[in-house]
């Protein structure tokens, strides 16, 4: 099993940068791709970005630019950092581990961009 523990949401000004962290315990051997989902209130989960294990990253045309996604060289921490962070990116951040027995959502991180 894979268990995921997320950090660093919080209020921040429109132009500010968070840093979002999503640390893995238990089989993170199995895990395949990492990512951070986000969905604002009254909308739907969104994909935001995505990594795979051997690096390829992939973006939302929404944050393209503007976030970035990483991982520690062990492999057991992805992060997510947020520049030019805008009003429309307030909501709940969702780290994700897709594994080889299925998928792991994290419990979300409140992210708040104030104008």
């Known amino acids: 099993q894979v268990q995921l523990v997320e950090s660093g949401g919080g209020l921040v000004q429109a132009g500010g940068s968070l840093r979002l962290s999503c640390a893995a315990k238990?089989?993170?051997?199995?895990?395949?791709?990492m990512g951070w989902y986000r969905q604002a209130p009254g909308n739907q989960r969104e994909l935001a970005a995505t990594i795979t294990g051997g690096g390829s990253t992939d973006y939302a045309d929404s944050v393209k630019g503007r976030f970035t996604i990483s991982k520690d060289s062990a492999g057991n921490i992805t992060y997510l950092q947020m520049n030019s962070l805008k009003p429309d990116d307030t909501g709940a951040y969702y780290c994700?581990?897709?594994?080889?027995?299925?998928?792991?959502w994290g419990q979300g991180t409140q992210v708040t961009v104030s104008s």
């Open positions: 994700v581990a897709d594994h080889i027995t299925g998928r792991t």
């Open positions: 238990g089989n993170i051997f199995s895990i395949i791709r």
